[in-house]
């Protein structure tokens, strides 16, 4: 399987919006882009921010969609056709409701199991063939409370468990730009004691 050529991650802009558990995916794609000393930039064509790291001697676009989290997928669409880059190498970082914080799971294909940013993107895309960054943000318990848990910010504990999430993804990346998922998937779904 090909490696990863854009890394995109799901999120809504603006200061209000920054450390909410919604915005997991921009945490990841932040997270590298300082990991790497990367900035990213408006690029108003791609209807968000980019900027280029540099993983394993490959050469890797950074997405955060500018368009709020419901319409990412004009952002990603945008991003693929621009670089000529198949859905196939992109890897999409987002919030996930079904695991608990401090657990990130690759996956590839599938549905959007309710996630707005992936609903978008497959949408659009007619498919869902391509990566995922799955990062645990757990569930308030009840659907009634989804959109105030997702809007809202986690508390001390929870937000350092989704940090430790990112970076133990971060720490398997390599292998996914490679095109090893199989490796990078073994090690991060592997609990650490």
């Not at 408006?42 to 968000?48: A, I, P, R, T, W």
């Not at 955060?64 to 952002?75: C, E, F, R, V």
């Not at 945008?78 to 657990?103: C, M, N, Q, S, V």
């Not at 940013?117 to 895309?125: A, K, N, S």
Request: aromatic share 6%; charged share 25%; hydrophobic share 40%.
């Amino acid at each position: 399987m090909a490696g990863l050529r854009l890394i995109v991650g799901l999120g809504n802009p603006g200061p209000e919006h920054l450390g909410t558990r919604h915005n997991a995916g921009f945490w990841f794609v932040d997270a590298l882009a300082q990991r790497e000393g990367a900035r990213f930039g408006v690029e108003s064509k791609l209807f968000g921010e980019a900027c280029q790291v540099q993983l394993g001697g490959q050469q890797v676009r950074l997405l955060k969609p500018a368009t709020y989290m419901n319409l990412s997928g004009k952002s990603v669409l945008a991003a693929l056709r621009f670089w000529k880059i198949e859905p196939e190498e992109a890897l999409l970082a987002h919030d996930e409701l079904d695991l608990p914080p401090g657990t990130a799971r690759l996956k590839f294909d599938g549905g959007h199991g309710g996630q707005n940013g992936l609903r978008d993107t497959i949408r659009l895309l007619g498919h869902g063939r391509f990566h995922r960054l799955r990062i645990g943000i757990g569930h308030p318990g009840h659907k009634d409370r989804v959109t105030p848990w997702v809007l809202g910010r986690p508390n001390r504990d929870d937000e350092a468990a989704i940090l430790r999430a990112v970076d133990d993804a971060l720490d398997v990346l390599p292998l996914a730009v490679a095109g090893d998922f199989n490796e990078a998937m073994k090690r991060l779904h592997t609990d650490r004691q």
